[in-house]
């Protein structure tokens, strides 16, 4: 690989040195004589983008001139995290460039930290598709993600008195070294305005005219995989002011409206939507939605038309993936170019359409399923409109012929749900329109198949699959924890190379559970990796705690459902519990322990920042306790990010993950949390239940309720059942409303509410289970050996959550899909 690489650019010290001081005069205009940090980071940037864009271009004139069938990765969140390290670990030149660096006085490591961690996404969902591109570049599929260049990425999180404050992330003040601006890719974007219909041998056909039109224009980003040539695209869309239709405005006189006007246009890319959970149905959402679904239509098409002249290969061509329903007009997109521009018959067109489209679903709360106004999507996109209409019609008369006189089911499987304000139910939509359907994990899919997509799945048997999420671990074990990844290849005796792409092979990992030598090299990474931690917990929250304590780490999206409550309900009672113990007894009686809790709440979702308060007040109280000393800290992790979770994860050694059973569609901090040899505690929820069935049961700490259960309990509130807190948790509850953390005023309404009937995400059935489970870590943690033995049995058979293995099954299944390997350079 290092010596082919020289034939692109040099790895060699001169060539490296030579293109980053080339940058650093010519592309920063600085001197090559002084530069800082900073501005070694961006020449290194730019010189690293140099050997990308050398492998992306002969990537993609190979996939041209072969007819590739390609993947299309649509989303609207692709959280990617900082670049440099892993497009240097990906075409293998760490090294070099560690070494070309220290000799003109740059350490790397310091580098990495200069760069802005880009971060387009919420959480999960868009971690995921960040996830998807690196394996899918590695496994050289053919693969583009499309999705939007927000100006403004997630908000940044700061803590003030306790409580969340937001401020904007606008990550592209310093620019963006990665991204390559593509001047010469543009499409108009409609909105609003009219339709005309005309009849066209039989064929309804439309011609939507005026209204607003805005221009989208790519930004590209190369995806290197690892260990190969092939460099894939992330195609992202900015919207900028259209010029041809300015003439009206002008000739009117109105200047300074006009400017006004075209300010607008690029309003619609500015900013991500920090919702994770619950859709406002603001109009600027849906208007995203559509911007980059139509550019990105018209792109496929476009590259589709080069190399053929009929339709009919269009679906064997391309593929295209619905993450989640956010981009679910696509396909109402491509329909209408193909009947109204296009001119095709409509079945034809339909056919085209359902054979390129796939739709992931990534949760079952209700909340978080999208449906908009038919107002809404009439006014702003009113041929998609008649088209969803007509497709519903289509669509109820095929219900109507299968389950003869079955109205509610017409009704309950309808694409449109009735009411004052009728809505669309996109899930459905995206469904009747895709060939396939999945979920993201064993339990939610199959739990999908029993609940919202039932009738769905009486109706269309096997149209519905299982593809259990997965992670890189080139990033979630070599990049954040270098220490583990050389245990393991010096252990397994393999090549990280070799093993980073077979996970599987870290079985062998098993045989060394019990090694001492092994569990030494073990127990010094993971103390080296607390160290990294705790300077970083004071660094960013002045907080000191000991590395000689159990490190109890809770990472997510702040959310009721994920239950942080519980987390924090059960911290207070071991608070109280150490106050009641005396002193003498204490140190036999308690592990001294860390508990970090990290993650965002959505700005307008009320009772997460009750509890992200609660934390603080709590952490606040016990910290400046002297009597507990350093036996019980308690740290929130402030503006949680894919560079912060390269820190905490691989430092940690327990990891909660807690949801009541059937809400967590699958999770896949659990299984970074594994890899990295931390020790889940955790519910029979998402993939969790996956990884128990890999690694074991025994070496995971597994409570609370099942899915029937869960059923029950809610059943049984409903039915009026009070009597559902113990006298353990009620101190707990006293003491939160007696004041002992000071005014945590904004938690008693959701304190009331458990307390009444409204413990919908039982937290109160769930929480004796919780403290038995906790007792059980403490008691483990005692017993060093053998927690060392249940951590390294995760990591040795966590090979199946390498998200290679979700895309190869994606690939076999879904888009039948097979690699394409580009010749090496000559
Ligand atoms: C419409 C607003 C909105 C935005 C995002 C609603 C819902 C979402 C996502 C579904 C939230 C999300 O990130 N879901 C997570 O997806 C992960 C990847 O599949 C799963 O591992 C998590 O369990 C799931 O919560």
Known sequence: ??????????????????????????????????????????????????????????????????????????????????????????????????????DIGYKLENLYEEEVDPALGNGGLGRLAACFLDSMATLEIPNWGYGIRYDYGIFKQGIVDGYQVESPDYWLSHGNPWEIERQDVTYHVRFYGHVKKYNDGGVERGVWEGGDVVVAQAYDTPIPGFNTFNCNNLRLWRSRPCNEFDFKQFNAGDYHGAIGERQKAEYITSVLYPNDSSEGGKELRLKQQYFFCSATIRDIIRRYKKTHSTWNFFHEKNQIQLNDTHPAIASIELLRILIDEEKLPWDQAWGIMYKTFAYTNHTVLPEALEKWSTKLIGNLLPRHLDLIYLINFFFLEKVKQRYPGDNSRVSRMSLIEEGDDKKVRMAFLSIVCSHTVNGVAALHSELLKKTIFKDFDEMFPGKLQNKTNGVTPRRWIHCCNPGLSKLISDTIMEEHTTWLTNLTSLRELSAYSQDEDFIKRFVQVKSDNKLRLQKWVKEHTGIDIPTNALYDVMVKRIHEYKRQFMNILYVIHRYLQIKETPQHERASKFVPRVVMIGGKAAPGYANAKAIIKLINSVAQKINNDRDVGELLKVVFLPNYCVSAAQIIIPAAELSQHISTAGTEASGTSNMKFIMNGSIIIGTMDGANVEIAEEIGAENMFIFGALVPEVDTFRKQLHDGRRDYIGSRLRKVFDAIRSGTFGDVSTIHGMLYSIENGGDYYCVCLDYYPYLTAQEKVDETYRDYPKWCKMSIEGIAKSGKFSSDRTIQEYCMDIWKVSAVSIPKPT
Do not use: C
């Open 1 to 102: 690989l290092w010596e082919l690489m020289n034939s692109y650019i040099g790895s060699d010290k001169r060539s490296i040195q030579r293109s980053i001081v080339n940058h650093v005069e010519y592309t920063l205009a600085r001197s090559r004589f002084s530069f800082d940090d900073f501005g070694a980071y961006q020449a290194s940037a730019f010189s690293i983008r140099d050997r990308l864009i050398e492998s992306w271009n002969d990537t993609n004139e190979y996939f041209t001139t072969n007819d590739s069938k390609r993947v299309y990765y649509l989303s609207l969140e692709f959280l990617l995290g900082r670049l440099m390290q892993n497009a240097l670990v990906n075409i293998d030149v760490e090294e070099p460039y560690k070494d070309a660096l220290m």
